[in-house]
């Protein structure tokens, strides 16, 4: 039963993933907004839905290393995995506004969670307040003055759909995807716990990656359809959305706290470092650019974090 409700989870999560990205392309064409705003926006609060979901349900239900583990493990997921299997498809053009805006808002929101958390291993009502209230200037900011920073890609594939549309393949691909994430979720949570797993390791591993389809979905169908725009903003955006939006408001509806260390002492380490990694290989050997080889090195460094929490 467990694997029957993983292929129908991921049967979900690439339906809504395509339903997601028709929504995206439509509704940046019809606010005449670049995609990679739209990206880091309404796509990625739809694929971080699902971590939404999890992390409220977890520290309601008295278990907070889930609720911190999925947005940690979904972090590293999202660059290591997501990125890294989407780079192997193709190459992917930076534009300016990553190092400008994007990079930095990921990694500063990623320093503000572990200073937060550092000190008292707890994440209180005030400090949710801080995390939510920065991503609202985030999403003001990139509304106002990024909306004539980034040039379309390839505008001639662009489907202008009616807005009723627009709201139907929203609604279905955020509905597709939270199902989908569901179905994946407790299949994947069975069999792991089968095997005596801890909560924090199934956080960072198996939820995480979970969580994570929904992007991996989005990313691909994205890089199929030749919107890489969409996909490495969805991305950053996502990570951004995770930290700011997730446990933002999972910490002002409880705080949260650490239960297992290790999240501080390992996870989180990992997260940080994956999350500055992303900047020089979009410069090294040639700038504004991320091909196979720096894909290569993100799995690498996906699969050395899931090897050293595991053992």
Do not use: H
Not at 33 to 46: D, L, N, Q, R
């Amino acid at each position: 039963m467990n694997f029957v409700y993983i292929i129908g989870g991921l049967v979900c999560l690439i339906l809504g993933g395509n339903w997601l990205l028709k929504a995206a392309v439509g509704l940046s064409l019809k606010l005449n907004i670049p995609k990679i705003v739209i990206g880091m926006t309404v796509v990625s609060f739809a694929t971080s839905a699902p971590e939404l979901i999890v992390s409220i349900n977890a520290a309601l239900s008295g278990s907070p290393d889930l609720a911190l583990g999925n947005v940690v493990g979904s972090n590293i997921a999202n660059l290591g995995l997501v990125l890294g299997i989407t780079l192997l498809l193709g190459k992917m053009d930076v534009q300016k506004s990553f190092y400008k805006t994007d990079w930095p808002v990921m990694m500063i929101a990623s320093l503000m969670f572990y200073v937060f958390i550092a000190f008292d291993n707890r994440i209180e009502f005030y400090e949710g307040v801080i995390l939510f209230s920065f991503l609202i200037i985030f999403l003001i900011y990139l509304l106002k003055f990024q909306k004539t920073a980034v040039v379309d890609e390839m505008p001639e594939d662009d489907e202008d759909l009616p807005l009723y549309k627009v709201v139907l393949f929203l609604s279905l691909g955020g509905l597709g995807l939270w199902a989908g994430s569901e179905f994946l979720i407790t299949g994947a949570t069975a069999l792991a716990s089968a095997f005596g797993v801890s909560e924090r390791v199934i956080a960072v591993t198996v939820v995480s990656v979970g969580t994570s389809i929904p992007e991996l979905a989005a990313s691909i169908i994205a890089v199929i359809k030749k919107e890489k725009a969409i996909s490495l903003g969805n991305l950053i955006g996502s990570n951004v959305f995770n930290i700011l939006a997730v446990l933002g408001i999972t910490s002002m509806i409880t705080p949260i706290n650490v239960i297992d260390n290790r999240l501080l002492s390992n996870d989180m380490l990992w997260m940080l470092a994956i999350s500055f990694l992303v900047l020089p290989l979009v410069f090294i050997p040639k700038g504004l650019r991320l091909n196979w080889k720096d894909g290569v090195i993100l799995l690498a460094v996906y699969v050395g974090f899931v090897y050293v929490t595991l053992t």
